[in-house]
């Protein structure tokens, strides 16, 4: 990881200066090297003017670019702009700020809890306060030359409500540097500011808002194929890759028209993304938005800070809630940007020729559960009730993993119970590409290497791949926990992530060869100490859900 100096040291007129004397791609001498400074890259090209990072050992780093124009002002709930051209030499030292965050129900609601992030778990958090002007991404290269290397671009976690490609945890330094290929990570709008549906209130010219924060991963994807190049990438071997929310986004992705042959390869990593929203849901949470917001036409909601927007999107959805109306700020089948549900009820034909790497972590929902109350407490007459609480599969589910693993107190057995969405959207979402006649193919993985961290409680959770496949171990040891095994995790993933960047295909001389999913077998390759290749695993979960 590259230190704090990333974010905080105000040389940005030594880099210009530096700039200046330098001719393009001419790496300049830094007469501030002596005081901790780096060394500043060379000058790179864009299609909107010149820009300059610095280098971090050995690796160029171009942070903050602008790949859109701020969606702000006539540009708020519309679909993003290209970025104005600029004079001079843009200084990519520093990231851009992350997007106004909404953070979900089950935690805290305001920017505090970026603070508390940084103080509990620093590999999920930055130091920057959002904003809507955040139309940003970051470049990690090994050189902004000829090479054409593989593009890997990340899609963050934090649902559609929160995060951003900035978080340290999506640190690209040294997964460039490991598999000699250039790293992208993107911030887009989010929540309210990115999928608040106007289309229904205010017409035509807003038929698009509903998906907006979509369509500015769209052209991030477009400022990759235009720009890459000189950084040296790909722009014909770019592939997405997200985890969680990040993972729903590359689904999607993948049934987004606009954004056919923008990639060539997909990773979806504990977020299946099977079906969106409705246009009709959407547009009764919309509804309750300007009502909370008290306008009632686009004039009035432009006039509105960024705050009361966040405010009144916050209030909608306790109120959709208390109404039992099924909606959230998030993609929309709105017969615009998105035609239909990503896979159903059949995987997209346009990106059937794109290779899929799709998986999930064992026991996911630790992270989430074990502030729990509950958690370590729950008693056998407890996880009977909460069985019945997971609705009409609940006490089926609990008497599958009780079966399975007989061992487990009912504090696990639960927490199963609840991963179990993570493992049939999985399971749903390979099935119908497996269907597909002639479709590329797809790579299913499951992790179940457990975590010693905070006495071993979190096992298998939700997020422990990043650090993984991003060759981040030694940086996030509070999550990945002590001992050689995360190394040798670390090196099974990282050569999985970076050969299917490169050539659709995942290895590593640390694993079995990797069968291509199918029908009759349903193989998956399990991530552990010692890894395997088994068929099915979550035959007896896959066949309940299915049942209903």
Known sequence: MVSLIRH????????????????????????????????????????????????????????????????????????????APWDGIYDATSL?????????????????????????????AEEKIDNEDSLFLNVWTPGADDEARPVMVWFHGGGYAYGSGGWP???????????????????????????????????????????????DLVAS???VRDNIAAFGGDPDNVTIMGESGGGSKVSHLLATPAADGLFHRAIIQSGPGV?????????????????????????????????????????????????????????????????????????????????IMIGWNKDEMTIFNAAQEWFGTLPEAGLAVMGERFGEDGPALIAHYREARPDDAPTYI????????????????AD????????????????????????????????????????NVEESRILVGSGEAPNLLGAMMSDAWVSFARDGVPSSDLLPDWTPYNLEDRPVMRFDVDPEMVNDPEQGIREILSAN
């Not at 993107?186 to 500011?193: D, G, I, Y």
């Not at 615009?336 to 995987?347: D, G, I």
């Not at 639960?414 to 979402?429: C, D, E, H, Q, W």
């Open 8 to 83: 905080a040291f105000g040389v940005a007129g030594a880099f210009t200066m530096c700039a200046a004397l330098t001719a393009t791609h001419a790496q300049a001498e830094n007469p501030l090297s002596e005081y901790g400074v780096p060394d500043a890259t060379p000058v790179v090209h864009t299609t909107a003017g010149d820009v300059q990072g610095f280098v971090d050992n050995g690796i160029e780093e171009y942070l903050g670019l602008r790949y859109a124009a701020p969606p702000v002002g006539e540009l708020r709930f519309m679909p993003p702009e290209p970025v």
């Open 96 to 124: 851009g700020a992350p997007a106004m965050q909404m953070y979900t129900p089950s935690g805290p609601r305001t920017t505090e809890f970026t603070r508390q992030m940084q103080m509990i778990f620093p590999t999920l």
């Open 169 to 215: 945890a999506y640190d690209g330094r040294n997964l460039a540097e490991y598999g000699d290929v250039v790293v992208v990570t993107v911030n887009h709008r989010l929540n309210v500011f990115g999928y608040l549906y106007l289309g229904e209130a205010f017409g035509e010219d807003y038929a698009a808002s509903g998906n907006v924060g979509n369509l």
């Open 221 to 223: 994807l477009e400022w």
């Open 275 to 355: 079906t969106s929203g409705d246009a009709e849901s959407a547009a009764q949470l919309a509804d309750l938005f300007l009502e909370e917001a008290g306008v009632e036409t686009p004039e009035a909601l432009q006039a509105l800070t960024a705050d009361e927007i966040s405010n009144a999107g916050r209030a909608a959805l306790a109120l959709a809630e208390a109404e039992g109306l099924s909606a959230n700020f998030r993609p929309i089948v709105d017969g615009v940007v998105q035609p239909s549900h990503p896979f159903m009820p059949t995987a997209p034909a346009q990106s059937s020729d794109v290779p």
């Open 414 to 429: 639960a927490n199963s119970a609840m991963t179990a969405r993570f493992v049939y959207g999985t399971y749903i979402l």
């Open 432 to 471: 119908q590409r497996a269907r597909q006649e002639d479709g590329a193919p797809v790579y299913m993985y499951q992790l179940t290497y457990e975590t010693d961290t905070n006495g071993g409680v979190l096992r298998s959770p939700h997020t422990l791949d990043i650090p993984f496949m991003f060759d």
